[in-house]
């Protein structure tokens, strides 16, 4: 995140969560904040839920552009949903993890136990994190260092 633009994001985020309580196809919706780095963890149904939820935000998404520096960007899911998904200015640059986990397995977070990871930007939590993630059944929080 660029310096001095935390108050702003903090109020495109709330916006944000207000738009997306009536969308039926996401699953979790969360930002965390890491000193200067902020982190968007989306989960959709599936390509219809992320399209959706794309059209009622796609206005604000010009507005977060200037406060952050995107270092990546990631889609999971199986490939016949992600390979649908093309949004100019959202999916270029995308890298896509393609996975076997099913719509009728996605579960919204409150049905779900909840799994913590240490040092999920390493190279053993990154590939554990994906595991639960392809299994569909588990919130996963990740926790990096600072510095």
């Given at each position: 995140m660029k310096?001095?633009?935390?108050?702003?994001?903090?109020?495109?985020e709330?916006?944000?969560?207000e738009?997306?309580k009536?969308?039926a196809?996401?699953?979790?919706?969360?930002?965390?904040?890491?000193?200067?780095?902020v982190?968007?963890v989306?989960?959709y149904?599936?390509?219809?839920?992320?399209?959706e939820?794309?059209?009622?935000?796609?206005?604000l998404?010009?507005q977060?552009?200037?406060?952050v520096?995107?270092?990546?960007k990631?889609?999971?899911?199986?490939?016949?949903?992600l390979?649908?998904?093309?949004?100019?200015?959202?999916t270029?640059?995308?890298?896509?993890?393609y996975?076997?986990?099913?719509?009728?397995?996605?579960?919204?977070?409150?049905?779900?136990?909840?799994?913590?990871l240490?040092?999920?930007?390493?190279?053993?939590?990154?590939?554990?994190a994906?595991l639960?993630?392809q299994h569909g059944?588990f919130?996963?929080i990740g926790?990096?260092r600072?510095?």
């Amino acid at each position: 995140m660029k310096p001095g633009k935390l108050p702003q994001l903090k109020h495109i985020e709330s916006v944000i969560y207000e738009r997306i309580k009536s969308e039926a196809r996401t699953i979790s919706y969360k930002w965390s904040y890491f000193g200067d780095r902020v982190t968007f963890v989306e989960t959709y149904t599936g390509a219809r839920g992320f399209l959706e939820h794309v059209g009622h935000v796609m206005d604000l998404a010009g507005q977060i552009r200037p406060l952050v520096k995107v270092q990546r960007k990631e889609l999971y899911g199986q490939r016949k949903q992600l390979d649908i998904i093309e949004v100019p200015g959202v999916t270029d640059g995308v890298v896509r993890f393609y996975t076997d986990v099913k719509e009728t397995e996605l579960k919204r977070d409150e049905e779900k136990p909840t799994v913590v990871l240490t040092g999920v930007s390493g190279f053993i939590g990154s590939h554990v994190a994906s595991l639960y993630l392809q299994h569909g059944g588990f919130n996963v929080i990740g926790t990096v260092r600072d510095r």
